[in-house]
């Protein structure tokens, strides 16, 4: 009896106490970690191909939805009572490629097209500011050591946050970068600093053209406003503020933090512009407001009891998500159009591809695909760089 039961689950003599534990690491770990950025890569195909994910392991990871909605197909069920489609549990993906890209929690990341290259940039706790080819990382095949294969891939531009002197010429650590924006027209890469500052590099030398001054907490957004030479910020002292690119000078400060009614102020999570220019939405911790560009009016603000983290404009819509599992749509004045269920308890990224398909990222490693009618076309865990293939 005990011969047939060697190699079995049920025979004791059969178990291995590292593996065991290994693997209970493993999906703590795969738990804990956070999905802070996701993007859809350029491509001629109308129909999004690849996904690239910042997470809190500090790598930069690249995903084929194709390959990822092909496999969830398999596991979907239906409901025979109700005769709707549900999913199951999240796939486990394997990404196309997978690099280290900073010390830390990988915060954001951003494309820039540059002919034929595709410059790939990402920003992380480690206060690095780095540019990627975006064909080599496509081509950095993953091998069974994934954290050598992401060593060997260097960066072709590689920036950090200035340190700033104390007491006794005494160097402060370099502060974290939480976000990046990108004005291709001016060859220009913006970050969003734990210093409280906004810095404006050029993409061609590498070097610092502007720091921009003025808030007095450290800053967790920002955006360009390309037509009228400006970026957008906004910090965690409750403030948004409009800078001229040119001077470094702050021309407009919006109270995006203070919620009317309470009249308490919130730090202010995201910043979005509309594609016309002319319309701001701000993310706060308390909820969401739009301003006019043209006036610095407010047009709506809506309290929340759960803090807003990411959004974007959809044509004349305003997508949402925060420390809730739901997506929500809201019209431009302000009315709640959809709410949909998405698989991260807490999501910290939207992404919108241009066919309309709709990109979650947040906490547990997850990320859920929508199609722009709203329904699931996947839901992922995005392996780490400590997870065997």
């Known amino acids: ?176 970068t939480n976000a990046i924006t990108i004005n291709e027209q001016e060859g220009s890469v913006y970050s969003a600093a734990g210093d409280a500052r906004a810095y404006s590099w050029d993409i061609e030398t590498g070097k610092q053209k502007m720091v921009f001054r003025g808030h007095t907490d450290y800053l967790h957004c920002i955006s360009a406003r390309k037509s009228s030479h400006q970026i957008i910020t906004g910090s965690e002292d409750g403030t948004t503020r409009i800078w001229d690119c040119r001077s470094g000078l702050c021309t407009q400060i919006i109270q995006s933090g203070r919620n009317l009614k309470s009249k308490l102020s919130s730090w202010v999570s995201s910043v979005a512009i509309d594609s016309s220019e002319s319309w701001l939405a701000c993310g706060t911790g308390t909820g969401l407001s739009v301003w006019s560009l043209l006036s610095y009016e407010c047009i709506f603000s809506i309290g929340h009891y759960a803090p807003v983290q990411d959004l974007l404009f959809d044509d004349n819509q305003i997508v949402a998500v925060g420390s809730e599992p739901v997506l929500t749509r809201f019209s431009i004045n302000g009315a709640t159009l959809s709410q949909l269920k998405c698989a991260p308890q807490s999501a910290f990224s939207v992404s919108l591809h241009p066919s309309g398909v709709i990109a979650v990222g947040g906490y547990g490693a997850l990320v859920d695909v929508l199609s722009q009618f709203g329904s699931h076309l996947c839901t992922f865990y995005c392996m780490g760089l400590d997870n065997d293939s």
Request: charged share 20%; net charge negative.
């Open 1 to 176: 009896m005990a011969t047939e039961q060697e190699g079995t689950g049920g025979d004791a003599r059969c178990w291995d106490e590292e593996r065991y534990r290994k693997s209970i690491l493993q999906e703590r770990e795969l738990r804990c970690r956070t999905v802070f950025r996701t993007a859809f890569a350029p491509s001629q195909n109308p129909n999004p191909e690849i996904l690239v994910v910042a997470s809190s392991d500090g790598s930069l990871s690249s995903y084929s939805l194709p390959s990822c909605i092909a496999s969830m197909s398999q596991y979907q069920q239906l409901d025979m009572v109700t005769n709707q489609r549900t999913v199951a549990d999240p796939l486990s993906a394997d990404p196309l490629s997978i690099i280290q890209a900073h010390k830390g929690p990988t915060y954001d990341l951003k494309f820039y097209s540059h002919g034929e290259n595709n410059l790939l940039f990402s920003c992380g706790d480690d206060g690095r500011l780095r540019g990627w080819n975006w064909k080599e990382i496509l081509s950095s095949h993953i091998v069974v050591d994934k954290k050598t294969q992401g060593n060997l891939l260097k960066p072709i531009l590689d920036l950090a946050n200035p340190q700033h002197e104390g007491p006794w010429g005494a160097l402060s650590p370099i502060p974290e």
